[in-house]
């Protein structure tokens, strides 16, 4: 990717004033520049063996894949004093407790895994992070991920104005560091499912925006695969072109998320939406993909299915770039709603931070079915007959909803029945039709 330049802004190699880009992000621009979509596992485990062999698997795998170490409840909220109960108890714990474990037992954990070939993310859920980014920083972690609204709204009761406080000063203390750590924005996957792609896509560059007002310029935006698959790959394309406007001076890239709501409960169809995720990566030019494995419909994947489905995800891609068929693209206006969202946000405050508390308090950002009492919760969104999402309501936001669908009441059956659309599109798939990638 070096050199290449989009809508204007060059994303490749540093330029003049940028620092150099830390070894996560060259490791990603690397990848694609030969050919390869980066693969990364959502995995956290408790025990520092544990973790590491975790680690030492994904590295092994045959894929170009990145390390991910989860961090566990307790932490995300900032309650060390009982990640460090559970771990003198052996009480058990959903990820990793970093802050509980500390930054020279994390550093000695990734010593001799952890380098310029295998960088490793740390993905937390905390809307109040700072201690978290202390953390990190003294364990010399490449990357984490998050935003002062897509780790507050969906995850925390925290107010919105103390979570941008709070990562303005995350921003400006990795800004601070020689090698600044990756920082990829959350914003494009806000309560996983049901909010329509240009909201999620300028919350993201919103985000990117936040971030690189507090002086950063390695970062990442993000998109959550949603219910269609033209209408994703009209709203990649979306993120690229406004973060490549937005986001000029930054070294920045695009991560896709395989879907994150109601999964399939049969093995066939997860491998399947799994495999639409990796071959939509490969058509949107989106660097990175997280996946998720089958075992996401009951429990926390094992080491092994994180592998399998990594390992298959790059074997799709493979095939994907070599012999991949276009999609037919949606034109549902997914630019120009959220370029209008960005710019009218930013006319109401001085800054980014400023201006997200403001447009979320007058409901002209809004995010469906959210339940924090900053969102105003009057935006609905609904799933078409071809599973095109679109807006029923826009609330106080300067968008237009569908004239047919805006007064239509929504039920508890029909809610239900639009969270699980993919769950029995890709189930429903399995009888009909086996995945071309097998893993046996």
Not at 64 to 72: E, H, I, K, R, S
Not at 100 to 113: E, N, V
Not at 198 to 223: K, N, P, W
Request: glycine fraction near 8%; aromatic fraction near 8%; charged fraction near 20%.
């Amino acid at each position: 990717m070096n050199g290449v330049v989009r809508d204007g802004s060059a994303t490749g190699s540093a330029v003049a004033g940028r620092p150099a880009r830390g070894r996560f992000s060259a490791f990603v621009h690397r990848a694609k520049a030969e050919g390869r979509l980066v693969v990364q596992p959502r995995m956290g485990f408790a025990e520092i063996p544990v973790m590491r062999e975790g680690l030492r698997a994904v590295q092994g795998a045959q894929a170009t894949a990145v390390g991910t170490v989860t961090l566990d409840s307790y932490t995300r909220v900032n309650d060390h004093d009982s990640a460090r109960s559970a771990l003198r108890t052996g009480a058990d714990l959903n990820g990793f407790p970093l802050v509980a474990h500390g930054p020279q037992a994390t550093r000695d954990m990734l010593d001799g895994l952890a380098g310029p070939n295998f960088p490793v993310q740390v993905r937390h859920g905390s809307a109040l992070p700072y201690p978290l980014f202390e953390a990190m920083v003294a364990a010399g972690i490449d990357a984490t991920e998050g935003g002062p609204v897509s780790y507050c709204l969906p995850y925390s009761r925290a107010p919105l104005s103390q979570a941008v406080d709070a990562w303005a000063r995350c921003c400006e203390l990795i800004a601070a560091q020689d090698e600044q750590l990756h920082l990829e924005s959350f914003g494009g996957c806000m309560l996983g499912q049901l909010c329509p792609p240009s909201l999620l896509v300028a919350l993201s560059v919103l985000e990117g925006m936040f971030f690189q007002e507090h002086g950063l310029t390695d970062i990442s935006v993000s998109y959550a695969q949603q219910t269609n698959p033209g209408q994703d790959l009209e709203a990649v394309a979306a993120l690229r072109r406004l973060a490549g406007e937005r986001l000029a001076g930054a070294d920045w890239h695009v991560v896709l998320y395989t879907y994150m709501g109601v999964y399939p409960r049969t093995p066939v169809g997860s491998f399947r939406i799994l495999e639409d995720s990796a071959r939509l990566a490969v058509r949107s030019g989106a660097e990175r993909l997280i996946v998720k494995t089958p075992a996401e419909a009951y429990r926390i994947p094992t080491v092994a299915e994180n592998v399998d489905a990594l390992e298959f995800a790059a074997a799709v891609a493979a095939d994907e770039a070599a012999h991949g068929e276009p999609w037919a693209v949606t034109d549902t206006g997914v630019y120009e709603e959220a370029r209008m969202l960005v710019d009218s946000t930013l006319e109401l405050a001085p800054t980014v931070g400023a201006a997200l508390v403001r447009a979320f308090a007058r409901g002209h950002l809004d995010v469906p079915f959210c339940l924090h009492r900053d969102n105003a919760n009057k935006s609905r969104a609904y799933v078409d007959p071809r599973g095109v999402l679109r807006w029923a309501k826009s609330g106080a936001m300067p968008l237009t909803a569908e004239p047919s669908t805006a007064a239509r009441p929504l039920s508890a059956q029909s809610l239900i029945d639009m969270l699980a659309y993919n769950e029995r599109r890709f189930d429903r798939e399995q009888l009909t039709r086996v995945p071309k990638w097998s893993l046996s």
